[in-house]
């Protein structure tokens, strides 16, 4: 992957804006992820949107919409069945709001499944293709298996998938392991954070 000089320059102006530097137990990102994470929503097209699984308090949305706001490109949805009444949707929100991002990142309180998939595309009229999958929901294998099953065939030709919680979870190494075609490595990757292309998964998952 190619960082530009520009693209450098947005993740450091984002990294301020956020707050890189922060206690990991609220927003559960190493920084050396984070970086990541805000190099992989700059260097995809920005053309196509960023769908993010899991939102928790909208730390890792708020940084890839930050990079999103900086360059100019399609926002970020993030999708997470907690209420919205609850603790962590409502610290998203206002982490959103006064960061003003609320035109690059947008909540989703629904849970990850073919039906929301479907109010996506026949409620709000969402015919874009994503660009990055970020699967941070569940961590169960299944949980896993299936947030990737259900939102690739929304990821474009050419876009990425990137799996958090990888090693730290052998639940999350073993979904990766039936997801991904054998002998396949990562394209970007830290220690707990993976990205993949879109032509590197099985079809179908095992």
Known sequence: MIVTERLEQACRDTARLVGIGYDYEKNLLWD??????MELAGIQSRDGVIVEIGTYRGYS?????????????????????????????????SRIAALGLQDHVFCIN?????????????????SERASLLFIDGDHTEEAVVNDAT???????????????????????????????????SPVAATLYLAAYMRDQFCEPVS
């Open 32 to 37: 050396q992820e984070a970086m990541l994470l």
């Open 61 to 93: 949305a708020c940084l890839m919409g930050g990079i999103r706001q900086a360059l100019g490109g399609k926002p970020v949805y993030t999708v997470d069945q907690s209420p919205m009444d609850s603790e962590d949707a409502k610290l998203a929100r």
């Open 110 to 126: 629904l849970p990850s499944d073919p039906a929301t998939v479907h109010h996506l595309h026949t409620t709000i009229g969402w």
């Open 150 to 184: 259900i939102w690739l065939p929304m990821v474009a030709g050419g876009g990425l998938v990137a799996f958090h919680d990888r090693v730290r979870l052998n639940t999350v190494d073993a979904a990766i392991g039936r997801l991904i075609r054998p002998d396949e």
